[in-house]
């Protein structure tokens, strides 16, 4: 658990096809972080959303992740968990 990230997107702008997206996420990330040390795995394990329920389900696995891993009693002790734009932005 604490090797792996969960998160949502949606393209931008200009979207890319979402594995090209995912290497430039990574760089950008190493970057920023000025964490060149840091080693990402090949690829990416990924779902496409496609209704309400889908990200429900989703959400609730990515909020229980780290409860279920035995790295904190509750999901709200998990200092990761956060959101950069409300999740009301898909789904009016």
Request: proline share 9%; charged share 30%.
């Amino acid at each position: 658990m604490p090797y792996h990230l969960h998160f949502f997107a949606e393209p931008g702008e200009r979207p890319l096809p979402f594995d090209n997206w995912i290497t430039v996420w990574k760089s950008g990330v190493t970057r920023i972080l000025k964490r060149p040390e840091w080693r990402w795995q090949a690829g990416s394990l990924h779902h496409r959303i496609r209704s309400y329920e889908d990200y429900n389900e989703k959400r609730i696995y990515m909020d229980e992740n780290p409860v279920a891993a035995g790295l904190v009693e509750r999901i709200e002790d998990w200092p990761y968990r956060g959101e950069v734009f409300q999740r009301f932005h898909w789904w009016p």
